[in-house]
């Protein structure tokens, strides 16, 4: 018996061998989708003689010439071609000081918090050291130098995690205990029911992006509308994933609104090229250009996915971020929800990440989507997706959780807390008054004001002169203005170019983050450099 088993299995890996040693055959549903590939090799193959190649002429197995040419085409602005400048003078400073008509490289390209100061919130920061060290939980010091509400969320939270123990695996879309603490925080927040089994707890919001697109992309005749300008993860992802970015413009003469009639022309021109649109991007509030949508623009927009038959991905991650006394944020569930539509009418994913609000926990990488109106065959491919990446990272994880249900009233941290954060979001509302003040009275800049989020996105009218030493240099013109800004002064923006703009027209986009005790010298050195430059390229 045994022999015969032993014949069989020979007889079967010959079979494939000879099957795939010159094609790969279609295989139909019924059969395996691997590959059994030969490593023998085919006598009459020139590449297979030892002599046929030296060391010396072999080309190496990997060029930008032999990779996915969807990486290619992937660009991602926040952290380009001007960053990279940015850490080699970095790197300069610190070895010769001297160097450079600056002390400092003041990082205004991205969203990132701390990195320029910002203090972390305490509770949150006791909560997840008390989790991630559960033995001092037990000892008497504990009491003395943590508040009582943070010992008892650590003690809930520890609970819910299998065996207490933040460096273990968890469930693949999220422990359920923190699932659901942040279901509470949603329907808090929205008077609207939310779903522990709805959620997905990811690594940040951008991870969700990607399992969405992985999902909804199926060639390139599938298109994503996205607003333009846009955050340069959603192009990014696209081109990754094979897909077609619709574009749909912002109105700037109206504080970078969003109108209906826009997405229905735009909608009309992709399917007359036979793209099928498959979702719409709402960034609320929006990231390069900082409006908060009222809540009649948003009712229009679920209207719109409605009718059209669209996913609506809402990129909700500066919900808390919001600056402007007349505007709020409303959630897109809640909006669609308060229009009597519920989980048959409309396929809505919410974007939530702890790197953003007054937060600012980017390398904490915490974050989730609320995942509604979809169907339980499709919702299993979603979480056969998540669980490829086995789970998100735990600190994360509690992260969210305690984002969507900070102290209350009554708890020891409450004070502290509300202090905190109010001191952090006041002075961003501060700092983007400032910077946007300081804008607006530079020659040839335009700058909406910064309703919520963390940037403000400034439109530059540049000289002929400067655009055609853009050209000479083969670089876009707003590119240019920003790699002289930086040399000159040492202050990273990001080109409008890598957003995506009206053609024709030039921005940069510029964080609010840097510590206010540094706004005007910031102010100084940009004032100053943009009256040199305008002045060398005058017409």
Not at 20 to 27: A, E, S, T
Not at 199 to 210: E, K, M, N, Q, R
Not at 346 to 358: E, P
Not at 483 to 501: D, E, K, N
Request: hydrophobic fraction near 35%.
């Amino acid at each position: 018996m045994r022999r015969f088993v032993i014949g069989r299995a020979r007889n079967l890996f010959e079979t494939s061998r000879q099957n795939y040693q010159f094609q790969r055959p279609l295989l139909s549903s019924s059969q395996s989708p691997f590959r059994f590939l030969s490593s023998t090799p085919v006598a009459d193959s020139p590449s297979s003689s030892p002599s046929s190649s030296s060391s010396s002429t072999m080309a190496p197995p990997v060029t930008v010439n032999t990779i996915n040419p969807k990486v290619l085409e992937c660009e991602y602005a926040v952290r380009g071609e001007i960053v990279s400048l940015a850490q080699k003078l970095q790197e300069e400073i610190q070895t010769k000081p001297e160097a450079h008509p600056f002390e400092e490289i003041l990082y205004c390209n991205i969203g990132n918090p701390q990195s320029l100061g910002q203090q972390p919130i305490t509770f949150f920061r006791e909560v997840l050291a008390l989790c991630d060290h559960p033995s001092i939980l037990d000892k008497s010091e504990t009491q003395g130098l943590f508040s009582a509400d943070s010992i008892d969320r650590a003690w809930q939270i520890l609970d819910q995690i299998p065996g207490r123990a933040t460096g273990a695996y968890s469930h693949s879309q999220g422990i359920k205990g923190l699932r659901d603490t942040i279901a509470a925080g949603i329907e808090a927040r929205d008077g609207f029911p939310a779903d522990p089994n709805d959620i997905f707890l990811t690594d940040g919001a951008s991870p969700a992006v990607h399992m969405m697109m992985q999902l909804l992309i199926r060639s390139e005749k599938d298109g994503i509308f996205c607003p333009i300008p846009q955050y340069p993860l959603y192009s990014a992802s696209i081109a990754l994933h094979g897909g077609t970015l619709v574009p749909y413009y912002l109105d700037e003469a109206t504080g970078w609104g969003l109108e209906v009639s826009e997405l229905k022309k735009q909608l009309e021109t992709a399917r007359s090229k036979g793209i099928t649109v498959r979702a719409l991007v709402v960034i609320n509030p929006g990231n390069p250009t900082g409006q908060v949508l009222a809540e009649e623009n948003q009712r229009a927009i679920v209207e719109f996915c409605k009718q059209e038959g669209l996913v609506l991905l809402a990129d909700e991650v500066y919900q808390e971020n919001v600056y402007v006394p007349d505007k709020k944020f409303h959630s897109f569930k809640k909006v669609s929800r308060s229009m009597g539509y519920g989980e048959k009418d409309i396929s809505l994913v919410s974007f939530q990440s702890v790197s953003k609000g007054y937060y600012g926990e980017c390398g904490k990488r915490g974050g989730y989507m609320e995942v509604t109106g979809f169907g339980a065959d499709v919702r299993e491919q979603i979480y056969k997706v998540a669980s490829v990446n086995l789970c998100s990272n735990i600190s994360g994880q509690v992260l969210a959780s305690l984002v969507m249900s900070p102290p209350k009233v009554g708890d020891e941290s409450y004070e502290s807390y509300s202090a905190e954060r109010d001191g952090i979001l006041s002075a961003l509302a501060r700092r983007a008054k400032t910077l946007e003040d300081a804008f607006n009275k530079l020659e040839g800049v335009t700058c909406n004001k910064a309703e919520g989020a963390m940037y403000l996105f400034p439109r530059i009218h540049l000289p002929e002169k400067a655009i055609k030493a853009a050209q000479a240099a083969k670089t876009a013109p707003d590119a240019f203005y920003c790699r002289r800004l930086l040399s000159a002064t040492g202050i990273v923006v990001v080109p409008g170019s890598g957003f995506g703009q009206v053609p024709g027209t030039w921005h940069f986009r510029c964080t609010i983050l840097p510590q206010e005790e540094k706004i005007p010298a910031i102010v100084t050195h940009l004032t100053d450099f943009h009256k040199g430059f305008m002045d060398e390229f005058r017409d």
